[in-house]
């Protein structure tokens, strides 16, 4: 984000109880620019439902298409962690293919960091599109038939190919014997 230029930042918060519901929605991920997940670093269980969101999330992208980037975000930073949220948050964004949460403490006061990488994420959104092992295991698989399919295409156009030079072949030593 270059000095200077505007960015507006328009967020909606939905409770973890209503996510069932909006998902519910096939389309509902369609509108939405990056997904952030806040949770309490100090609090395991609180990590944990952040988790089982985000995957939930990722899959239903996956399932509809509307793959969206998210964002975690480890709030009371100035708590101890659970060292559970911490080793489980760098497994989890590794494994899913996103950014380590960002850490951040409301009574420090250092939050600006926090808005300035939700809109670089927003801006470069193919780089924290979560994806499940299911969703991997169907890119793979798409790329496996997408192979496959390719190989046969170029042996069918040799094969085409071949018949043809012979057929040719056949014809001149015809007309010419």
Known sequence: MS???????VMREI???????????????????VAVFVYDSSDEASWRKT????????????KCGFEVPCVMVAAKDDL?????????SARVSQDMGVESPITVSMKLGDISNLFRRIINVAQRPH???PE??????????????NRSLMFVSVGAAVTVVGIAAYRMYAVRKHSSG
């Open 3 to 9: 000095e200077g230029t505007k960015k507006i930042l």
């Open 15 to 33: 409770l973890e109880d209503a996510v069932h519901k909006l998902l519910a929605n096939k389309e509902f991920l369609s509108p939405c620019d």
């Open 51 to 62: 988790a089982e969101l985000l995957v939930e999330v990722a899959t239903h992208a996956e």
């Open 80 to 88: 101890d962690a659970h060292p559970v949220s911490i080793t489980d």
């Open 127 to 129: 780089l924290s599109i």
């Open 132 to 145: 499940t092992e299911a969703g991997k295991n169907h890119k793979q698989y798409r790329r496996l038939v």
